[in-house]
């Protein structure tokens, strides 16, 4: 009976055992050290390059090496058996990182002679609901996979769940003064970090982990973690109801226009940007014979459905000329500009408060008659103008008094 009541005890010291060596292995993964910040830098500047060159095997190569995932599980494990000390180190490193992750996309984002906005930057910037999905179901993968030990299945997670990408997209927004795009990428980032957490911690509970907590523990345990998701999914979930508005409104659209154009034409190509006030619509129509009036009524169709007013550009080519593919390119090439000349007015207003170290309510930019002017004090080196001037052809530029507080310039509108 002895031997058997021995053979007991180590067999329920078995998962003890098991579960602080796991534990120990958390802690481990969640310290902050040199291989780790070495790691978010590297993961940080290859997402940044993947990001700009809109290649998704690149950005997830840096999701591969990101070392992001350890800390996150840290703080999940550390809210399930509420170890202070676990948890502490696990906010550490996880702040550290985010911090270092950011300062490298800015950096990069300054040096670069890349400033532009790429799909895979874009996709980053609006999350949703959606998202809120992915994330709790990669965490709880996560954890199993922690609990199991199973690597590869953590490197499923870390490509799943995206970390440094949009926390590079964070650095890139501030960089370029794209303040709600960074928004938006940090949303995501705190949505996938902070839900993978929590489903580490629920599966930790039912793991076995934190049985000493008492009743009170565990109930405030659970009303955080569910206020928690609750205050994620409220954001979230509107901004996915706002993108099915979005993509119904643009559906409507399209049917109009073919309504509109006749059975015998078709719609070559259709962009919108419905965000924008007022709201954007390009559009390039093939059809056999031109359709008098067809933009006016295209446009008006189009303020009905968004009770709001739009600028249409309605392109119409003869089918089967040669001036279809002219007409095409022309309607491409203003779409361009358009976007080039955006991008410009940002960067200039950017790099001359940058230079007088202020903010850009001190630059003036008039985008039509190409001129800026900075309400500084500074006198600037003439090698500073000159390179100013190599850097944005054509522009005039000048500087003036500080204005008053009450009377700050404001951007003219681009």
Known sequence: MG????????????????????LAAIARGSRLSPTYLMLVALATAIAHVGLLMDSAPVVI???????????IMGFGFGVAIFELALLRRAALS???????????????????????????ILARVRPNLLDLLVAVFGGIAGAYATVRREAISLVGVAIATALVPPLAVVGFSLATM?????????????????????????????????????????????????????????????????????????????????????????????????????????AVVMAP?????????FADRVEGLLGRDANVRLVQIRSGT??????????????ATERARKEEVTRLRATLARIVDADGSAVLVDPERRSARVFS??????????????????????????????????????
């Open 3 to 22: 031997a058997n009541a021995k053979a007991s005890g180590e067999g329920a010291a078995k998962p003890s055992h098991g579960r602080a060596a796991l």
């Open 61 to 71: 190569g840096a999701m591969l090496i990101s070392p992001l995932l350890g800390p």
């Open 322 to 335: 040669p001036e279809a593919d002219d007409a095409r390119r022309a309607l491409e090439d203003a779409v």
């Open 178 to 282: 794209r303040f709600d795009y960074a928004w938006g990428a940090l949303l995501l980032f705190i949505t996938n970090a902070t839900a993978i957490a929590l489903m580490a911690t629920i599966t930790a509970r039912f793991r076995g982990f934190g049985t000493q907590l008492s009743p009170r523990q565990s109930w405030a345990q659970s009303m955080g973690i569910f206020a928690a998701l609750i205050a994620l999914a409220i954001p979230l979930g509107l901004r996915l109801a706002a993108n099915v508005r979005e993509a119904r409104a643009q559906s409507a659209i399209n049917r109009e226009l073919q309504e509109l154009a006749g059975p015998t034409a078709r719609i070559d190509r259709l962009d919108s940007n419905l965000a924008g006030t007022p709201a954007q619509i390009d």
């Open 377 to 414: 004090a500074q006198a600037l080196p003439e090698a500073t103008l000159a390179a100013l001037q190599i850097a944005f052809p054509g522009w005039t530029l000048s500087w003036g008094e500080v204005a008053p507080p009450t009377a700050a310039p404001t951007t003219a509108a681009e």
């Open 289 to 297: 014979a031109y359709n008098e009036g067809l933009q006016d009524r």
């Open 94 to 120: 996880l702040g550290a990182g985010m911090a270092l992750a950011v300062l490298v996309a800015v950096l990069l984002t300054w040096i670069s002679p890349i400033q532009d906005v790429t799909p895979s």
